[in-house]
């Protein structure tokens, strides 16, 4: 058995994850991880970051071991849709601090000019 600082330090993994991982449930046993276990460890933690909520990860992971991938991938695209709309309203942000900034520039370049 490994205590959660053991196994943050030996996998390189951020040990704050592997804490939330292990209080929600997905995190159960803290043991030396074969390849099957470190490869779900690692995917765990790229959804995670990905922005996958909890309840996300565990439905995945519930595909998975039933062996359902078109779950799966029914799942990650609609995370995948969320992520690009998120990211479409940043980029909008994005492009009305920058006209913003464009506006600012050119009123102090005629201030400037007279």
């Given amino acids: 058995m490994l205590t959660i600082n053991e196994l943050s330090t030996r996998y390189?993994?951020?040990?704050?994850?592997?804490?939330?991982?292990?209080?929600?449930?997905?995190?159960?046993?803290?043991?030396?991880?074969?390849?099957?276990?470190?490869?779900?460890l690692s995917t765990m933690c790229t959804l995670y970051d990905s922005g996958l909520s909890i309840d996300d990860i565990r439905?995945?992971?519930?595909?998975?071991?039933?062996g359902e991938s078109a779950e799966q991938i029914n799942l990650l695209s609609l995370c995948r849709h969320d992520l690009l709309d998120e990211i479409h309203k940043k980029q909008r942000?994005?492009?009305?601090?920058?006209?913003?900034?464009?506006?600012?520039?050119?009123?102090?370049?005629?201030c400037k000019e007279e």
Avoid: C
């Fill in 12 to 40: 390189k993994i951020d040990i704050n994850k592997l804490r939330i991982f292990e209080k929600n449930g997905l995190l159960t046993e803290l043991k030396e991880l074969d390849d099957r276990a470190l490869k779900e």
């Fill in 59 to 66: 439905r995945f992971f519930v595909f998975y071991r039933k």
């Fill in 93 to 110: 942000s994005l492009d009305s601090l920058d006209y913003i900034i464009y506006e600012i520039k050119k009123n102090n370049q005629i």
